[in-house]
């Protein structure tokens, strides 16, 4: 065997030994299932056709979307109109889905033909209320308020599979790259009034309350600060005081004798029911609330009869008595 021959050989065996470890290279990288798109993505290949959707999810889960074959025009439409595509594609997020179904019961409601008739302003808030920062698996969520990227807070209610807010998560753990989708069959609505707003619109419950406020001086301060968490006596529990001072009403008592009242009712920050616990709780007033949750919420002698009234600028919880500093 010549020289040149046995080099020859030896440089085909090198070659073939390259070639076939690069081969083995390959295929390691090579996935072994098909990779989801972001959630833009996934959001248009479920509405094209859920066989495209590549995420990789349980085949039950795959044959629920097969099934019901939700659609996402309406939302895809929304989210090119105020320009927040980019935000869910390059963000981990998760998003709370509506169908096109429920938006068309939305534009409904509005008496609207769809989302030509809506602004980006209008729009964008309510889209943003339907995004969680992170990725947060049905599995993660527990009852509660979750606060969104729109800066207002979800209810999580799973005493009867998952509802946030009033809708029905009917498909959950919908993977993307970049988070993950719930398909939910309502379209959330933030709230749009602020906290003095918010006690006017139960007119008459807290009228006495709103002219106290307005009376102190007190009304710009809760209408355009906070968040603050306001526990709000009914016109009952003022008539009920009323009648202990022996006093006819918000005209016989002075700002100066109002005022410290009015604050001892105001806590500063989001405080949501699932928030209390037992102990106290400081005031705008200077004084501390006891917190009792024995049997129901009791804030010092004071019952919460409805809690967690949401407004763009805190949370009302509804008391039967004026609490007393």
């Known amino acids: 065997m010549t020289n040149s021959f046995k080099y020859a050989t030896m440089l085909l065996v090198l070659v073939t030994f390259l070639l076939s470890s690069c081969d083995k290279k390959n ?41 019901k074959k939700p659609k996402f025009k309406s939302l895809i439409k929304a989210l090119v109109k105020t320009k927040l595509v980019s935000t869910v594609a390059k963000n981990e997020l998760t998003v709370f889905a509506p169908t ?13 033909n769809g989302i030509d008739d809506l602004t980006a302003e209008q729009l964008k808030p309510i889209l943003l209320y339907h995004l969680v920062p992170g990725k947060v698996m049905s599995s993660d969520l527990s ?30 753990d919908v993977h993307a790259a970049n988070g ?13 009034m602020n906290l003095v707003e918010k006690a006017i619109s139960f007119n008459p419950e807290f009228s006495i309350l709103v002219d106290a406020v307005v009376k102190a001086g007190l009304d710009s301060t809760l209408a355009n600060g906070g968040p603050f968490t306001i526990f709000a006596p009914t016109n009952a529990a003022f008539e009920d005081l009323f009648s202990q001072l022996g006093v006819n009403g918000i005209d016989d008592l002075t700002a100066e004798q109002l005022t410290p009242i009015l604050l001892y009712h105001v806590v500063n920050g989001s ?37 967690d009234v949401q407004a763009t600028n805190g949370v009302i919880h509804v008391i039967n008595k004026v609490l007393i500093p």
């Open 143 to 172: 009852n509660g308020y979750v606060q969104t990227v729109n800066g207002d807070y979800i209810h999580v209610d799973l005493s009867d599979g998952v509802m946030i807010n009033n809708a029905n998560v009917q498909i959950a």
């Open 180 to 192: 993950v989708i719930h398909i939910i069959d309502k379209v959330l609505l933030p709230p749009t």
């Open 27 to 67: 295929d390691d990288i090579i996935p072994s299932s098909p990779q989801p798109g972001d959630i833009s993505v996934a959001l248009q290949q479920i509405t094209d056709n859920p066989d495209t959707y590549m995420g990789n999810v349980s085949e039950l889960k795959k044959q629920s979307l097969k099934d």
């Open 100 to 112: 096109d179904e429920a938006f068309q019961n939305l534009f409904d409601a509005l008496g609207v």
């Open 271 to 307: 405080v949501f029911s699932t928030d209390l616990a037992n102990g106290i709780v400081p005031t705008l007033n200077g004084s501390d609330l006891q917190v009792d949750l024995t049997n129901g919420v009791m804030i010092n002698d004071a019952e919460v009869v409805q809690p």
